[in-house]
Nanobody, 127 residues
Framework: QVELVESGGGLVQAGGSLRLSCSAS????????MGWFRQAPGKEHEFVAA??????????YYAESVKGRFTISRDNAKNTVYLQMNSLKPEDTAVYYC??????????????????WGQGTQVTVSS
């Protein structure tokens, strides 16, 4: 199996920045795509960003709500994916989850195709 662990969440003021990390361990070769989703209280998972290295150059995907503000990247040597979040807004407040899977088995913008999930990290943006 693949274990994913998120870190980097916290409390920031609107306009501030955070960088989330998602480290993968275990049978990491079973994952070629990693994504970030978020969930606010009472709402369903929302796609944020994804990074897939099934081809070169790697492909990235962003929700329209975060495009231009968030950047997803990967450190292959560390088996870690990052989500750099800039210009944060109160509506970005949510629990952020990283997820992994095989691109051939998923639609990257949908949470249903990801096989591995982290425990989540809280991001709170104050107004």
């Amino acid at each position: 199996q693949v274990e994913l662990v998120e870190s980097g969440g916290g409390l920031v003021q609107a306009g501030g920045s955070l960088r989330l990390s998602c480290s993968a361990s275990g049978r990491t070769f079973m994952t070629d795509t990693m994504g970030w989703f978020r969930q606010a209280p009472g709402k369903e998972h929302e796609f944020v960003a994804a990074h897939s290295w099934t081809s070169y150059p790697a492909l990235t995907y962003y929700a329209e709500s975060v495009k231009g503000r968030f950047t997803i990247s990967r450190d292959n040597a560390k088996n870690t994916v990052y989500l750099q979040m800039n210009s944060l807004k109160p509506e970005d407040t949510a629990v952020y989850y990283c997820a992994g899977g095989l691109k051939a088995s998923m639609a990257v913008r949908s949470n249903t195709g990801y096989n591995y999930w982290g425990q989540g990290t809280q991001v709170t943006v104050s107004s």
